[in-house]
């Protein structure tokens, strides 16, 4: 896609925002990765602190290891493949979704740049969004070094979906999209003043119970921690919603969306890469429109 010659002379221009936020939503974050593959090329845009939730923690390591392209490669090659997601593993121990064969793939066919990673740690700090097994809270993970892969899967680990949950620095964990989907308090906490948010489903767009969260709400009914995740957790979810439509609070602290206009086509457990391959490119076609916008007629 070429570039408008009033955008490309404009690429270093400074954008306002000390904080991103990267929603989750597994295969969804297609749309996210062109998001920030544009933002790469654009600016690319630096930010003081990113806070990535499951596989929105993965493009955020692509993009701050300076990995072009690199979650929509793998996600392409890992539905191809047929061993990622198999509806006949669902009772497994790995599930739907293995990520033991995620980690695998990426270790072997497209590691990430450890050494440019903690580079950029140097200038932003990169938190991994988790959820405690034990405790029903979030955790927020500073990675560092080799164990980056290992947070990663931690975020990702979806109850009654993949292997469930994973130890990772001694403690279980697992997705951290049902503790915190939308960390905009973390990140008004950590002092964040102009927030951007990168979101996979579109603006004031709420979610419903999912079947999985229904089954999880009677799974875990006795564990006084976990249940109310999967019972409530989306109405949690859906306040977050209406908050960041209001744009900032009452103590001048400002946030904006950068989301799909539409539902996406991975929003569904039988996704190819032609699926991937639109929400990619709609990501990159979201992002340059609003990037026009932003930095051309500001």
Request: glycine share 12%; hydrophobic share 35%; proline share 3%.
């Given at each position: 896609m070429a570039l408008p010659s009033d955008v490309t002379s404009s690429q270093n221009k400074r954008l306002p925002y000390d904080t991103l936020i990267l929603e989750g939503g597994s295969l969804r974050c297609a749309f996210s990765a062109g998001v920030m593959d544009a933002l790469m090329l654009l600016g690319p845009v630096s930010f003081e602190r990113i806070l990535g939730v499951s596989a929105g923690a993965m493009v955020m390591a692509?993009?701050?290891?300076?990995?072009?392209?690199h979650f929509y490669r793998i996600s392409r090659e890992l539905v191809v493949d047929g061993k990622f997601i198999r509806f006949s593993s669902a009772w497994s121990k790995e599930g739907l979704m293995n990520l033991t064969h995620l980690k695998a793939h990426v270790m072997r066919h497209a590691p990430l740049n450890l050494d440019a990673l903690s580079s950029a740690q140097q200038r932003t700090k990169a938190i991994v969004v988790t959820t405690c097994y034990d405790e029903g809270i979030p955790k927020y993970i500073t990675p560092e070094g080799r164990d980056w892969l290992d947070a990663l899967v931690a975020?990702?680990?979806?109850?009654?979906?993949?292997?469930?949950?994973?130890?990772?620095?001694?403690?279980?964990?697992?997705?951290?999209?049902?503790?915190d989907p939308l960390p905009l308090d973390k990140a008004l906490e950590l002092g964040g003043q102009n927030i951007l948010v990168v979101r996979t489903r579109p603006m004031g767009d709420h979610a419903t119970q999912s079947y999985v969260?229904?089954?999880?709400?009677?799974?875990?009914?006795?564990?006084?921690?976990?249940?109310?995740?999967?019972?409530?957790?989306?109405e949690r979810y859906n306040d977050t919603v209406d908050r960041l439509l209001k744009g900032g609070d009452n103590h001048g602290r400002t946030w904006e969306e950068i989301a799909p206009p539409f539902p996406l086509k991975t929003d569904s457990w039988t996704v190819g890469s032609q699926e991937i391959g639109e929400d990619y490119r709609l990501g990159v076609e979201t992002?340059?429109?609003w990037w026009a916008h932003k930095v051309v007629l500001d």
């Open positions: 692509t993009y701050l290891s300076g990995q072009y392209k975020s990702a680990s979806l109850p009654l979906v993949t292997r469930g949950k994973v130890k990772f620095r001694g403690e279980w964990m697992f997705d951290g999209g049902y503790s969260d229904s089954f999880g709400s009677y799974w875990y009914s006795q564990n006084e921690a976990l249940a109310p995740l999967f019972e409530q957790g989306y992002v340059m429109n």
